[in-house]
């Protein structure tokens, strides 16, 4: 998937309780099922994201690791939420740091592309940017994944190209 930085950047939206919505969206030629199997499908999380383990049944907890961020990967639990394949999931995990993660992934398809959008939550006042910028280099990893594209450079590599878009670098 080409497209520019500032397309591929997240859109950050305040809701009416003051919380801030981060949103992405990307699309691909390939099939739904394709794109669903690079989501959910244990080799192909690992090649973008990380690990899960444990039931992958609505209601079941496991540990999910995040296996390309600096350091020794830290397990955290991670609780399937909804599953609709090959439409939406619904995820939450505890983090160590900041408040707990919900994300929300939907497919679908329009005009021959299957279509995703991310979305995650945050509270009010929350500074966005960084997560918005840690979610779009895992965005282009998966794309990579779905798509067979070159996979994007490391963290430091990434910051130095998008980070002036997000106001950092």
């Known amino acids: 998937m080409t497209q520019d930085v500032g397309a591929r950047r997240g859109v950050v939206t305040a809701q009416d309780d003051g919380r801030q919505r981060l949103e992405f969206r990307r699309s691909w030629p390939d099939p739904i099922e394709d794109v669903w199997g690079a989501l959910t499908e244990p ?10 383990d444990g039931a992958r049944d609505v209601g ?34 505890i983090q160590q740091e900041t408040e707990d993660w919900s994300v929300a992934l939907d497919l679908w398809t329009e005009d021959g592309r299957t279509w995703l959008r991310f979305v995650q939550v945050f509270p009010a006042g929350a500074d966005v940017t960084d997560f918005a910028m840690g979610w779009h280099w895992y965005l282009d ?29």
């Open 60 to 93: 079941a907890t496991g540990t999910f690791f995040m296996t390309h961020e600096q350091g020794e990967p830290v397990g955290e639990p991670m609780t399937v939420v909804e599953c609709e394949p090959p439409r939406r999931l619904v995820v939450e995990w």
């Open 43 to 52: 080799d192909r999380l690992a090649r973008w994201i990380g690990r899960y």
């Open 141 to 169: 990893k998966f794309g990579a994944e779905v798509s067979g594209d070159p996979v994007p450079g490391d963290w430091d590599d990434f910051l130095a190209e998008v980070g002036p878009a997000y106001g950092r670098g």
